[in-house]
Structures are given as C-alpha cells and as structure tokens.
C-alpha cells in the first residue's frame, strides 16, 4: 500500500548510491514516473522506498563533448525534442523522442527512466543502439560504461546492479558519410510501439555502404533486436533497392514477436518489418548521399 512508503529527495548522486547500497532491493527511482507511478497504481510494483531523482542537478543536461553527446539521465523527451543541438547533428535521436507518446508524456518522461523501464516497444532505445550508445553506470563500486545494446537483457530487466543507476547516456557522432531514419508504427499517434525500426547508414567515398545498424523493436522479442544479418548482407556493398529488400526479408527472419502480444499478431509485425526496414534504409540511403545528417 502507498501508505506504507518512504518517499526520499536526494539533492546528491552519491546520497542515491549510499541509500540504494543500504536498500536497493526494496527501492524504485522515480524520475518523471510516467511508467512507474501507473505500475504502481495498478499493484503490479510495491516497493518500500521511492527515491526522486530530480532534485539532483548534475543528471539533467544535453552536452556536446568531443566527438560525441551527453544526456544527463532526468533530461525529458521534450528537452531533446527541442534541442536545436540534437535536431541537427542527431536526427535520428529527435525523430524518435518526438515519436514517444503525447506532448504532456514528453514533458514528464526522462530519458533514463525510458532506458531502465526496459519495455520492448520503447522509441529512444533503437535509436540510441543504432547511434552506439552507451550508458554511464554509477554505483558503490565506482562508474562503468555499458553498451547500450548490453544493457537490456529481457522485458523489464536491465543489467544495472542493486546499488547502481544511470548517470548518462553517451552518443557517438555519426560518422562523415552517415544518414539516419526512425519509423514507427503504432495503434495511435501517441501509443507504445507495434513495431519501430532505427537505422544508420554510413557510405565510403566510393558510395558502398562502410557501416550499417538496422536495429527493430516493439514487441519482436524479450527486448529490441540489433540484426547481423542486414550487417552482413549490406557493409561493402553498394546499396540498391533490390538488396535493401532482400535485407529487409531477412531481417524478418530474426524477429520472435509475442504470441500475446495486445498490440498486434507475430503474423503482422513480421510482415509489416519487411516494410518499415526497407523504407527506413531507403530513408537513411538518401540522407547518406544528400549530406543531411552531418
């Protein structure tokens, strides 16, 4: 029962290190609490302790450093949305952050809070994957970086520690070359996802394709699915609209939707993947060539 919780505002990360060292089993983060806050009302999570994150200025923030950017792990979908910074050199992250729910949601919603929820058919992921992220781990132990694409290992089950969260997301820079495109499908404008694709494509000078993520989720397995196989077929070749389709097939072999799936049948999501991958290379292809992601 709520009357049973310990709420707590922690104004430091390392209070939220020592508190979770001390309770972690029992505690939930809560940031914006667009997914939390419902799954609690539901019964579904009853944890003893509810710590908020907001208070904590150092995990709100879009830097760029280097060759690449830093997502402070409380930073909204609405303040990437309106980045300027990401709209520009990271589409591919504004595309999908704008896809993500309605505008009240994105105001609220933060970008780690989306990560460590660790559904399926979140937007953010398969971007992020797609761009090679990483997240920014800290914990009692010290910091770690993780692979984006490691960090989920089943539905609602990341790789993060008891005593541990995220601190930022970092992103590498698209390569010179590079062209990007997020699809997604859903049963409303503003619903989780019944299937999205993120893509990078990078070109050499030559235009053969240097480097490819096709990267598909939304229910296709216990959590998104980075796919080899287009890898394989695509890097070093020149990319023509025949390949592309036989890459998107084989794609849709790598996919294992859930039989109970609410959102849609594995029938449906198999076949409509064919369709988004191959019209979010086509995308991603084109803006390689136009020069529109760099």
């Known amino acids: 029962?709520?009357?049973?919780?310990?709420?707590?505002?922690?104004?430091?990360?390392?209070?939220?290190?020592?508190?979770?060292?001390?309770?972690?089993?029992?505690?939930?983060l809560i940031a914006g609490g667009t997914d939390l806050l419902v799954d609690m009302k539901k019964g579904k999570v009853k944890p003893k302790y509810l710590v908020n994150l907001m208070k904590i200025p150092e995990l709100s923030h879009i830097i760029e450093d280097g060759g690449?950017?830093?997502?402070?792990a409380t930073t909204t979908f609405r303040e990437i949305e309106e980045s300027k910074l990401i709209k520009e050199k990271y589409p591919l992250l504004f595309e999908a952050a704008r896809a993500m729910g309605t505008v009240q949601i994105r105001n609220m919603a933060t970008i780690?809070?989306?990560?460590?929820n660790a559904l399926p058919s979140a937007d953010i992921p398969p971007a992020l994957v797609a761009l090679d992220a990483k997240a920014k781990i800290v914990g009692q132990s010290g910091e770690r970086f993780l692979p984006l694409e490691e960090f989920f290992?089943?539905?609602?089950?990341?790789?993060?520690?008891?005593?541990?969260?995220?601190?930022?997301?970092?992103?590498?820079?698209p390569p010179a070359g590079s062209g990007t495109a997020f699809l997604k499908i859903g049963r409303t404008a503003s619903d989780l996802a019944t299937l999205?694709?993120?893509?990078?494509?990078?070109?050499?000078?030559?235009?053969?394709?240097?480097?490819?993520?096709?990267?598909?989720?939304?229910?296709?397995?216990?959590?998104?699915?980075?796919?080899?196989?287009?890898?394989?077929?695509?890097?070093?070749?020149?990319?023509?609209?025949?390949?592309?389709?036989k890459t998107a097939r084989e794609v849709s072999k790598e996919l294992k939707p859930r039989p109970t799936s609410i959102r849609a049948s594995p029938f449906y999501k198999i076949e409509v993947s064919k369709v988004l991958v191959k019209r979010a290379l086509m995308k991603a292809l084109g803006r390689a060539k136009a020069g529109e992601d760099r």
């Open 68 to 72: 690449g950017l830093r997502i402070g």
């Open 1 to 28: 029962m709520l009357n049973d919780l310990e709420y707590f505002e922690p104004e430091t990360i390392s209070d939220v290190i020592t508190f979770l060292a001390k309770h972690g089993k029992d505690t939930k």
């Open 196 to 245: 999205n694709v993120a893509v990078r494509v990078t070109l050499e000078n030559n235009g053969a394709c240097k480097e490819v993520r096709v990267v598909v989720g939304g229910g296709v397995g216990p959590t998104l699915i980075r796919s080899k196989r287009a890898e394989t077929l695509l890097e070093g070749k020149i990319l023509e609209e025949p390949l592309i389709e």
């Open 112 to 116: 780690g809070g989306n990560i460590c």
């Open 153 to 173: 290992v089943g539905i609602r089950k990341t790789a993060l520690e008891s005593d541990e969260l995220i601190r930022e997301v970092h992103v590498k820079s």
